[in-house]
């Protein structure tokens, strides 16, 4: 859609200046009297006005697209922000045009204009909600925690519990290390179900993967009750190492579901693929019949 939008600015611009074709027409006609200076510059002027609408229409969508795909919060508020100028630059041309076609009396134009502002007025709406989405980037953000801190806790976690194997010497307790890989089998369940909770749109969906990280650091706790009851005291420092590691774990995972529950990225994707894009093709069609109208208009000399 944005390229047919790029080929109909190129034909817009040509359009503007095909006002001196029509007043060099009027003018040659035998017998004729030009149309007003008034109106002829207030004809240019719409048709620019409009030439001008369409480009700064395609630049705030596309900005908008852009905000959406960024990686970063910076590229998404500096998208974001293009996004808006141009949209503000869309209604200025707008107001700008309303003028200039009630004095010239164009009422299908004019028509097509109030059209065009209705549907931008929607566009505009629903543009405004996914800029602001796109710029929490909560599920980038949430991703980012999985593979940092999650990470890395998860790994600390695991690497307290193998020492505690190394310390209890060469023949421990069968139970302990039973124990010991069943809690980190437990809390590495939980680090698989982030990327799909990260990506799910679904809320029902997120909850059953919810229920089942909890049923998993549940078991993940109680493995670490079991491993206080049985191991020696020489291995508890270590026990209380991943202990306080499982904790930091457990922490990072609740904003990790705190932020992709908030699914921002998720929604402004959905947003722009669906009501985003039907908004802005119906804008399209409404700026190309106006600027086919003006560029049809000419003058009715009189003799």
Same mark, same amino acid.
């Given at each position: 859609?944005? #390229? #047919?939008? %790029?080929?109909?600015?190129? #034909?817009?611009?040509? %359009?503007?200046? &095909?006002? &001196?074709?029509?007043?060099?027409? =009027?003018?040659?006609?035998? &017998?004729? /009297?030009?149309?007003?200076?008034?109106?002829?510059? /207030?004809?240019?002027?719409? @048709?620019? +006005?409009?030439?001008?609408?369409?480009?700064?229409?395609?630049? *705030?969508?596309?900005?908008?697209?852009?905000? =959406?795909?960024?990686?970063?919060?910076?590229?998404?508020? *500096?998208?974001?922000r293009e996004a808006e100028v141009a949209s503000r630059a869309v209604s200025r041309d707008v107001e700008h045009l309303t003028s200039l076609l009630h004095d010239l009396g164009a009422a299908e134009e004019s028509r097509l204009l109030q059209e065009f502002a209705a549907r931008f007025a929607e566009y505009t709406a629903v543009d405004r909600e996914i800029l602001t989405l796109a710029v929490e980037n909560t599920n980038l953000k949430a991703q980012?925690? $999985?593979?940092?801190?999650?990470?890395?806790?998860?790994?600390?976690?695991?690497?307290?519990?193998?020492?505690?194997?190394?310390?209890?010497?060469? +023949?421990?307790?069968?139970?302990?290390?039973?124990?010991?890989?069943?809690?980190?089998?437990?809390? @590495?369940?939980?680090?698989?179900?982030?990327?799909?909770?990260? !990506?799910?749109?679904?809320?029902?969906?997120?909850?059953?993967?919810?229920? /089942?990280? !909890?049923?998993?650091?549940?078991?993940? #706790?109680?493995?670490? &009750?079991?491993?206080? /009851?049985?191991?020696?005291?020489?291995?508890?420092?270590?026990?209380?190492?991943?202990?306080?590691?499982?904790?930091?774990?457990?922490?990072?995972?609740?904003?990790?579901? *705190?932020? +992709?529950?908030?699914?921002?990225?998720?929604? +402004?994707?959905?947003?722009?693929?669906?009501?985003?894009? *039907?908004?802005?093709?119906?804008?399209?069609?409404?700026?190309?019949?106006?600027?086919? %109208?003006?560029? $049809?208009?000419?003058?009715?000399?009189?003799?």
């Amino acid at each position: 859609m944005y #390229r #047919r939008m %790029s080929l109909n600015v190129a #034909r817009s611009a040509a %359009s503007v200046f &095909g006002w &001196g074709a029509t007043v060099v027409a =009027v003018c040659a006609c035998s &017998g004729c /009297r030009p149309a007003p200076l008034a109106d002829i510059t /207030r004809l240019t002027d719409a @048709r620019r +006005s409009a030439a001008d609408a369409f480009v700064q229409f395609v630049k *705030t969508a596309d900005a908008g697209n852009r905000a =959406v795909m960024a990686d970063t919060d910076e590229a998404s508020q *500096t998208f974001a922000r293009e996004a808006e100028v141009a949209s503000r630059a869309v209604s200025r041309d707008v107001e700008h045009l309303t003028s200039l076609l009630h004095d010239l009396g164009a009422a299908e134009e004019s028509r097509l204009l109030q059209e065009f502002a209705a549907r931008f007025a929607e566009y505009t709406a629903v543009d405004r909600e996914i800029l602001t989405l796109a710029v929490e980037n909560t599920n980038l953000k949430a991703q980012r925690l $999985s593979f940092g801190p999650a990470q890395v806790a998860a790994e600390e976690f695991h690497d307290a519990l193998r020492t505690i194997d190394q310390v209890e010497g060469a +023949s421990p307790d069968f139970r302990v290390r039973a124990t010991i890989a069943t809690a980190v089998a437990a809390v @590495r369940e939980v680090q698989v179900l982030q990327a799909p909770h990260i !990506a799910e749109s679904d809320e029902a969906q997120m909850s059953h993967l919810e229920a /089942r990280a !909890a049923e998993a650091e549940a078991e993940a #706790r109680r493995s670490l &009750g079991q491993l206080d /009851r049985i191991v020696s005291p020489k291995a508890r420092p270590k026990l209380a190492a991943a202990t306080s590691a499982l904790e930091s774990f457990i922490a990072v995972n609740a904003q990790i579901v *705190t932020l +992709s529950r908030r699914n921002s990225n998720v929604r +402004s994707l959905a947003l722009s693929l669906g009501q985003k894009r *039907t908004l802005a093709a119906a804008c399209e069609e409404r700026l190309q019949a106006l600027q086919d %109208s003006l560029a $049809s208009r000419g003058f009715a000399g009189s003799r």
